[in-house]
C-alpha cells in the first residue's frame, strides 16, 4: 500500500509570490540601471544583460521549486520511505529497514531519522514536517511501518521508535 503526504499549500503560494516579487525587483535594478548609465552605453548595456540573466535563473529556480512543491512531499510504501526535497528532481529513498531509529528534533518541526547509508554507515537525516500537509497522519503511518520492521516505541517520547539494542538517544 502506496501512501502519499503532499507539500503544504503555502510551499507553493510563497514560491508564487516570490515569482512576481522577484521580477519586479529584477525589472526595477534594470531600470535604475538604464537611467544612472549611459543609455546606449556598453556598461549600462552589460549591467542589465546581468540583471536579466540573474532574473531569468531566479525565476526558473522558483519555478521548479513551485513545480516540485505539487508532488507528493513524502511517499511511504511497504518497504521504505520516499522524500522529495525540493531542490531535487527525482524523490530520495530510505528503506525501512535501514532505519536503525526515528523521533523528533527537540524544539524543531524537524523529525530526525537514522537510518543505514549505502556503505553500511549511520546516517542521520532530518526532515521538515512542517512543510508535510497531513504529518500526523505520516506520522502514525510510519510508527506502524517501522513497528512491522521490528522497531519499538521509545518509552516517554512521542512520535519515536528505535530499534532493539541500538543506543538511544
Not at 118 to 135: A, M, P, S, T
Not at 142 to 163: F, I, K, N, T, Y
Amino acid at each position: 500500500m502506496i501512501e502519499s503526504y503532499p507539500f503544504r499549500p503555502w510551499v507553493r503560494s510563497t514560491c508564487r509570490t516570490a515569482l512576481f516579487w522577484g521580477l519586479g525587483v529584477v525589472a526595477l535594478l534594470g531600470g535604475i540601471t538604464w537611467v544612472l548609465g549611459r543609455p546606449g552605453g556598453v556598461p549600462a548595456a552589460r549591467a542589465f544583460g546581468v540583471l536579466l540573466l540573474y532574473g531569468a535563473v531566479f525565476w526558473v529556480t522558483l519555478a521548479k521549486v513551485w513545480w516540485t512543491a505539487g508532488g507528493a512531499a513524502v511517499t511511504l510504501d511497504d518497504e521504505a520511505l520516499a522524500y522529495q526535497p525540493l531542490h531535487t528532481f527525482r524523490p530520495r529513498r530510505i528503506p525501512l529497514a535501514g532505519i536503525l531509529a526515528c523521533g523528533p528534533r527537540p524544539d524543531t518541526q524537524a523529525l530526525r531519522l537514522v537510518h543505514l547509508g549505502r556503505k553500511g554507515e549511520e546516517r542521520e537525516l532530518f526532515l521538515n514536517l512542517g512543510v508535510i500537509d497531513g504529518r500526523n497522519e505520516f506520522l502514525d503511518a510510519l510508527g506502524r511501518g517501522l513497528e512491522a520492521r521490528g522497531l519499538a516505541p521509545v518509552p516517554g517520547r512521542r512520535d519515536s521508535w528505535s530499534r532493539p539494542g541500538w543506543r538511544a538517544w
